[in-house]
């Protein structure tokens, strides 16, 4: 099967660009032929695609500004560019907002173009944060001053030319009801792509490649320092500054730290490096900034455990990393992740919003170590049989089959 991947930007790492290129690897094992297409791809970041994963580009000059996405010029030129080249696939699988827009419009333009599945990361969030935010907007609800600073916005798109997030919303549902299927990562999503959309979707839980996070044996691992890991931006949503917070409320000896990895936010970070500060934390909470693969793999090793507390979280990879080393996982009591994790057995889930069970589950692991490990090890046995790239192609291409078979529309 002649399969093309449209995913709008790949030049910052993220669990939607990762999994494009992993998934798009892992079918070209399988001797279906794959092709990327996108605005930029990272070298650097995402490593050379393997031989036969053809990687092609939108436009001419390949955009870095994620703004550009919104530009109408630019969706014109998009799909105009993809209708001349997506005839030739089978089907079209779209990740990420606006790549199914692209696509749906791709099919105005010549009708001949393969069915699009959209493989649903999660609804645009900042179109419909009244849905896919519950627990954000309670951390962080919408006053006069959001409310105004969005009309803004909205006002400033309109100037220089791009789409303001109402007609955004018009353009997205119509281009929704237009696919083929929505293939989603978790029940969550599902569940919100319901409510936006009223469409259903078919969930299809992920996967990782265990060569990717550079798997060893128990016996031949780096040792293990009284550290816990965060893995993923530094943004609200991640709840970092709760995660801090409820790291202090431990009352765990000095000896212990809270590293953080990921890449830094421009706005929010140095509000997170402050409160580190202000709770005389400024030592023990270790600001890591982005890592390579091999030294993300090397930080999963040494760590004791990894605290994945985000907000309203669609799936979430950090864990199923943190099982590949057999790691036990504090993660949150809502979104993906409790869907994949039973509470006390190979996982601890705490509410996000409440500093004090963070604080309780850290101090819980940390002083029983025995328990940590039983939690890492039948958590590693439970990603190792069902959380695999391989496994999650096995599980894509039966959604697959069972959606070209039916008449979803």
Known sequence: MEIAFVHPLMIEPGGAEYLTKWLSEELVRRRHRVSIYTLGYDVKKFGPVTDGVNVKYLTPLRLSKVSSRTAFSKWLMISRNLASQLTCYDLVIAHNFPAYVWCVWARRFRCNI?????????????????????????????????????????????????????????????????????IANSKFTAENVRMIYRRRAWVCHLGIPICQCRYRDKADRDPVRNEFLYVGRLSRHKNVHNLITGFALSGLANSWHLRLVGTNDVRWTPTLRRLAQNLGLTDRVLFAGSLSRDDLCKAYEQCYGVVYVPLDESFGLVPLEAGVHGKAVIASDHGGPSEVMVDSRNGLQVNPLSVDDIGRALRELATDPERASQIGARWQETVLSYFTIEK??????????????????
């Open 114 to 182: 393969p069915p699009v599945v959209w493989l649903c990361e999660e609804p645009p969030r900042f179109l419909y944060r009244r849905y896919t935010d519950p627990h954000y907007s309670l951390q962080f609800p919408l006053n006069t001053l959001r409310a105004f600073k969005a009309c803004v916005m909205d006002a400033f798109r309109l100037f220089v030319g791009r789409i303001p997030s109402y007609l955004l919303r018009v353009f997205d549902v119509l281009s929704v009801s237009r696919l083929k299927a929505i």
């Open 392 to 409: 999650f192609a096995d599980r894509f291409l039966e959604t697959l089959k069972v959606i070209m078979e039916r008449d979803i529309n």
